[in-house]
């Protein structure tokens, strides 16, 4: 069975920087690209990033809204996927989504499975 | 970038068809997927690539993709059906993920 567990989760001052995990069990984790989305109070979803398996080169993609702010890495030998929010803003104020991605008939992605995610508030 | 629009709300009374609708520009040419997400629960892939259906989604839930709209159909619809849903589709230029605002759908 396919799990992701997010922790990391906090408040945290604007400016301030914090580190997000993911860790993945019941699938072959270096297999996989990794994504993240997240969800602020009361909104839809938005995509924030994810990172290529290290079989694609392990490079990342960001939404614009993070892209120098949030850096996206991978453990292979841990199974798990980090999301580093440095700069933090009020509007990073969300709940973060690990997800698994799949390839869809384009060969773009798509998010087969994700966790049940961890809160992140920012305020003074 | 590419925008998709989903209407805010759908109603439907047990039982009945409920249709939600996905739209975008020449949105028929990429590949749609769907995500309910429930009250206070993580989302959950009910269709990829348009029509498909992951393992252990009902096959009352599917999925249809051509012109300018894509559409969710959940057939005999229960009240735990009761969800917000988003499509989702990738920006063919950036190759970035793009979701759609969501659908509320009300079962009455």
């Known amino acids: 069975e396919v799990q992701l567990v997010e922790s990391g989760g906090d408040l945290a001052k604007p400016g301030r920087s914090l580190r997000l995990s993911c860790t993945a069990s019941?699938?072959?984790?270096?297999?996989?690209?990794m994504g993240w989305v997240r969800q602020a109070p009361g909104k839809g979803l938005e995509w924030v990033g994810f990172?290529?398996?290290?079989?694609?080169?392990?490079?990342?993609e960001y939404a614009a809204s993070v892209k120098g702010r949030f850096t996206i890495s991978i453990d292979d030998s841990q199974n798990v996927a980090y999301l580093q929010l440095n700069g933090l803003k009020t509007e990073d104020t969300a709940v973060y989504y690990c997800?698994?991605?799949?390839?869809?008939?384009?060969?773009?992605?798509?998010?087969?499975?994700w966790g049940l995610g961890t809160l992140v508030t920012v305020s003074s | 970038s590419y925008v998709v629009t989903q209407p805010p709300s759908v109603s439907v009374a047990p039982g009945q068809t409920a249709r939600i609708t996905c739209g975008g520009d020449?949105?028929?040419?990429?590949?749609v997927h769907w995500y309910q997400q429930r009250p206070g629960q993580a989302p959950v892939l009910v269709v990829y690539?348009?029509?498909e259906r992951p393992s252990g989604i009902p096959e009352r839930f599917s999925g249809s993709n051509s012109g300018t709209t894509a559409t969710l159909t959940i057939s005999s619809v229960e009240a735990k059906d009761e969800a917000d849903f988003f499509c989702?589709?990738?920006?063919?230029?950036?190759?970035?993920?793009?979701f759609g605002g969501g659908t509320k759908l009300t079962v009455l």
């Open positions: 020449n949105i028929g040419s990429k590949s």
């Open positions: 997800t698994r991605a799949g390839f869809d008939g384009n060969g773009d992605y798509y998010f087969d499975y």
């Open positions: 989702q589709v990738s920006d063919s230029t950036s190759e970035h993920p793009v």
């Open positions: 019941g699938f072959m984790f270096g297999d996989y690209p």
């Open positions: 990172i290529r398996s290290n079989f694609y080169g392990g490079t990342a």
């Open positions: 690539d348009d029509s």
